[in-house]
């Protein structure tokens, strides 16, 4: 059965950093590309960066490039985001996402608050 759980969310002030971590279990974490994606109250969840199974290559979308950093530790099956320079908008609920065999799983999602 897979599995993905996030955690590592909370509170931050505007420019400060946390790291989300997800750990996953039920298939073969080393050959999956994982993905985090965020959701602001009232929007729609957003992908917001990818490391690729091949060779760690890694994505992002424009709003995050230069601060957020995602990585990951095959022996642990464990993916990251670490996420610096918060600013308000950061504000939304955290997903870690893999796509085994086509079917998308979720985890339960992390809230990261970006407040003074």
């Known amino acids: 059965q897979v599995q993905v759980v996030e955690s590592g969310g909370g509170l931050a002030q505007p420019g400060g950093s946390l790291t989300l971590s997800c750990a996953a279990s039920?298939?073969?974490?080393?050959?999956?590309?994982p993905s985090w994606y965020r959701q602001a109250p009232g929007k729609q969840r957003e992908w917001v960066a990818r490391?690729?199974?091949?060779?760690?290559?890694?994505y992002y979308v424009d709003s995050v490039k230069g601060r957020f950093t995602i990585s990951r530790d095959n022996a642990k099956n464990m993916v990251y985001l670490q996420m610096n320079s918060l600013q308000p908008e950061d504000t939304a609920v955290y997903y870690c996402?893999?796509?085994?065999?086509?079917?998308?799983?979720w985890g339960q999602g992390t809230q990261v608050t970006v407040s003074s």
């Open positions: 996402n893999v796509q085994i065999r086509g079917d998308d799983h």
């Open positions: 490391i690729l199974s091949r060779d760690s290559s890694t």
């Open positions: 039920g298939f073969v974490f080393s050959i999956s590309s």
